[in-house]
C-alpha cells in the first residue's frame, strides 16, 4: 500500500475540496506537508541519482490539471486521460524511468471532474464514433486510487457516456473500491504480469502475481471486459517453464471467458540504458547490446530487441500456449 513520505500541495489545489480533504488527511499522518506557490515541484531532497530517484517515488504531489488539451494515445487508444502521472513503484525497466525526470514524483489531479468534461468535449467531435482514453500513458492510477478517487470518477462517468471508453493497466491489486461500480462494459482492466522470479528481481515494490491474479478475479466477477499483459518476457534460464506456470495459472480461474492477451519481450534503448544504469548501478537487468539485434524505431531512436532465432522460438512458445488453453480470439498480439 503506497504512503507518501512527503505531500507536497500546489496551492491551487486546495481551492477544490479533495485537495482540502486530502490536506487534512494527510496532516493527521506523520508525512511531511509542503506547498508549492507557483506550480515548481522543490524541496525533494536526494544527492546521487538513485536517492533523488528513491526521494521521487515517495512523493505525492497534489495538483490541478491546468492546460486541458489531452496528448494523443495511438495506436491503443486516441487519447490519454490525464488523471495521474508517475508510479510508486520501482521496475527496473520502466519506460516513465526515462520520461519522469530525476525525481519522478507521483502526481494526482484534483480537478477530476474538469478533466471528464473535457474528455467529454472530445467525444462530442469525434461523434458517431467511438473515442477511447487510457488512463494509464503515463502512471499505474491504481497506488494512489484511495487518494484520488480518480479512476472510480472515470469509470462512472464512462459508464454512462454512449460514446467513450475507458481503459487503464495495472500491476496492482487494490481493486476494491471499483468493484460493484456501474460501468457498464464500458472500461477495460488488463493487469500486467510476470513469472514471480521476475518480478521479486526486477519490479521492486509491486504485488506478486497471484496478488495480481486475485485482483484480476474480483475484476472479472465485477464483470468488467478484462485483459493480460505479459510484460516484459525475458528470456532466462527455465522461462518457458515459468511462463508456462504463469499461463496455467490464469488458466486455472479465467479459462472459457473472453480475455485478450497482449505479450511483449523485453527491449531496451541506449538512453534507458544510461538511465537504469545511473539508478540501480548494480541491476542484473539484460541489456548486452551484443547479444540483441537492433531496431530502428519510428521516432528516430532505436532499441535492442532479441535476436531473431530467439523471438521466433518466443512467439511460437506463447502463441501455442494461449491457443493450447484459451483460443486464438483470445490474442491481441505477441511482439
Ligand atoms: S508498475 Fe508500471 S508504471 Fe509503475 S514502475 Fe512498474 S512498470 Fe513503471
Redesign the pocket.
Known sequence: MFKPRRVIFEEKALEYSLGEELLKRFEKENVDILYSKNGRITGIPGKSPGEMYGEGKNTLVVGVRKGLKFESCKPSAHYQLPIVSG?????E?????TQMGKRPYIKIHVNIDEILSKAGKYIEERKPDITIFEG?AT??PIPVEKYSGALKKAIEYFGENENGLFRFV???AEVDSLLNLKHNNKTTIRF?LNTNSMIKKY?HK?PLLEERLLAAKKIKESGYPLGFIIAPVFLYENWKDEYGELFDKIHKDFKGIDLKFEVISHRFTKRAKENILSIYPSTTLPMEEDLRKFKYGQFGYGKYIYKDEELTDMKEFFKNKILYLFGEDNINYII
Open positions: 508510479c510508486s513503484g520501482m521496475c525497466y520502466c519506460y516513465l524511468n494509464a502512471s499505474d495495472t500491476k496492482y500486467s519490479e509491486t
